[in-house]
């Protein structure tokens, strides 16, 4: 009978264990899934970025051409 009630303990602390288990690996999940939406974002972020160094916006292509045509004007005055 003893054993019988040992064994009715040792069952219930394990239903426990697996229960606190099943609830931290939710947890952990969670975290996880927090983590990879937060590091796909900063990589959308990083490429963003990215494109907008290597692609020239439309004022510096236009400073650019007139910094040209000037230098184009003082070598043609100067010759």
Known sequence: ???LEYL???LFNLKFLVAS???HKSSVEKEIEASNSKMLSCLTTEQDLRREIEEPNEEQVLA???KIEA????TDIEA
Do not use: T, Y
């Open 8 to 10: 009715k303990k040792e």
């Open 21 to 23: 288990f099943m609830d």
């Open 71 to 74: 230098l184009k004007e003082m």
């Open 1 to 3: 009978m003893r054993e």
């Open 64 to 66: 650019s051409v007139a």
